[in-house]
């Protein structure tokens, strides 16, 4: 039996763009959203999207709300959901204070990573009669599709390097690690733990940086190769549902800052936002996407 079509959705809204394109293809099927904006990361731009449209309300909440999210969802009548936009993982850390219900869902977690942590999320708004959904819903042409992505193939010792990258990213990615690795001369020089993607790369560019700073001018400071291949993955497991890989323009802006030349992304498990500006900014800079 099929479920019912969704005529009103819950979009818990992380940071940003993807909550907005969530946002516009569930309004273009015609389904009425509710978000509830986490006030540490939602984009302000959210209550300017509200007030032009009459079926999108939005609700303030902070990270440590909880209890307020599962109430707001009842009182709009809200019984399926979305997450959508990324939430640091260094918020779990931070000064944030939970409300009573996600302090006891925190002191249960065996381990407080992405996967522990969100899925007893999922669990306790499943428990309250609140599905939460795949966070491509409406998105599923924006998942990444098998192939070369841009103008140009990595070529063969690119090739070499992101196959080196792709057996150390599915091991950490198995461990709920990280997802990105990056890679010089089939060298680990970067892996992601909580900054996220964008500040992996940052990082290692700047790490070669350091190496040509303290070379001498005619010999290279190292043998590290000076091009930065970067891959990215999704778990062995990935619950489609939350943290799902994602590129856009900005990696594409980080990458060149961070003299990366090549990217390898998952085939149907990686959302490329803006297409044709991620492939504008790749050839601009000389960097190669495959999807495998």
Sequence with gaps: ????????????????????????????????????????????????????????????????????????????????????????????????????????????????????LLGAVAKVLSDEGIELISSTAYLEPLLARPGVFTARAPTVEEQQDLAYGREVAGALAGYDIGQTVVVAGQARVAVEAMEGTDATIERAGALLRSLEAEGEPSTPASTLARRLSVVKVAKPAQDMRFDVPVIGPNTMETMRLAGATCLSIEAGRTLIFDQDTVQKLAAAAGIAIIAV
Aim: no cysteine; aromatic share 6%.
């Design 1 to 116: 039996m099929k479920p019912e079509p969704i005529t009103r959705l819950g979009l818990i809204a992380g940071n940003g763009r993807f909550p907005f394109l969530l946002l516009d293809a569930a309004r273009s099927h015609g389904v009425e959203v509710v978000v509830a904006a986490i006030k540490e990361e939602t984009e302000a731009e959210m209550d300017a999207r509200a007030a032009a449209d009459p079926g999108i309300q939005v609700h303030w909440l902070s990270l440590g709300e909880l209890s307020r999210l599962i109430e707001t969802f009842r009182q709009e009548g809200v019984t399926r959901a979305v997450m959508a936009g990324q939430v640091k993982h260094k918020q779990i850390f931070s000064s944030i204070r939970p409300d009573w219900r996600l302090a006891k869902l925190l002191l249960n977690l065996r381990t407080r990573n992405t996967d522990m």
